[in-house]
């Protein structure tokens, strides 16, 4: 079946700009995650959905980031007023159920680059 | 707190040599998964393997093995017979029932499997 996708595959955009970042994972996943991976670097978590709820976005670095799942599937990460501290690779994983016995399995990720 | 150590930034080696990886990780946690994921140049994150706190025994996958040690708060990676295919970063994580849901990573390995 299908894995998670991602789009745009990449973005470039202005210091100060805002910014949406589209996630849509596995059909039927109930679980979807954010990271965001810096160069040379391992993924850092931002934040988890449980159905449509935030579960935990602890790793919102501050509040111009901001992330939605208004019907439980697609994910939208948001970013206001972007900085070039902002330019990574932002993933997006699913899992069926969330809990720590689950794998998450990753999209291929967006690449946000802040001039 | 929760945290993992890849110490080897990058290794080459020629194509058909073994090759291991090395992972240690720190946990408080009794019950927490290690996770292995290649991170090809195409930057998706793929799975490899989930191993559970309460399993020590060792796994083999093909060309691919790995050795869980509690005592020495290790998990690693070995790739016999490696391929050039085998090229990609290779990141190992860890979640714990008391980190939630997120995975917390190594900052990874750069494998080069030259011809």
């Known amino acids: 079946g299908a894995g998670v996708s991602q789009t745009p595959s990449n973005k470039v955009t202005e210091k100060g700009k805002y910014v949406e970042l589209r996630c849509d994972p596995i059909s039927g996943h109930t679980a979807l995650y954010w990271y965001r991976q810096s160069l040379g670097q391992g993924p850092e978590f931002l934040i988890y959905f449980q159905g449509t709820g935030a579960a935990d976005d602890s790793g919102l670095p501050n509040d111009r980031f901001f992330a939605v799942r208004p019907e439980g599937s697609v994910s939208t990460l948001k970013i206001q007023r972007t900085e070039r501290g902002d330019s990574a690779v932002y993933l997006c994983?699913?899992?069926?159920?969330?809990?720590?016995?689950?794998?998450?399995?990753f999209g291929p990720g967006t690449r946000l680059t802040v001039l | 707190a929760q945290k993992v150590t890849q110490a080897q930034t990058e290794i080459s080696v020629v194509e058909k040599e073994d090759v291991t990886l090395d992972c240690v990780y720190e946990t408080r946690d009794t019950t927490y998964y290690l996770f292995w994921y290649k991170q090809p140049p195409s930057g998706e994150l793929v799975f490899l393997i989930r191993r559970n706190s309460f399993d020590e025994q060792n796994e083999i996958s093909g060309r691919y093995s790995w050795n869980f040690q509690k005592s020495t708060s290790s998990f690693n990676f070995t790739i016999t017979a490696s391929q050039v295919v085998d090229s990609a970063v290779y990141f190992c994580a860890l979640r714990t029932y008391e980190g939630a849901q997120k995975l917390v990573f190594g900052q990874g390995t750069r494998l080069t499997i030259n011809p």
């Open positions: 994983a699913s899992s069926l159920i969330p809990q720590s016995t689950d794998t998450q399995y």
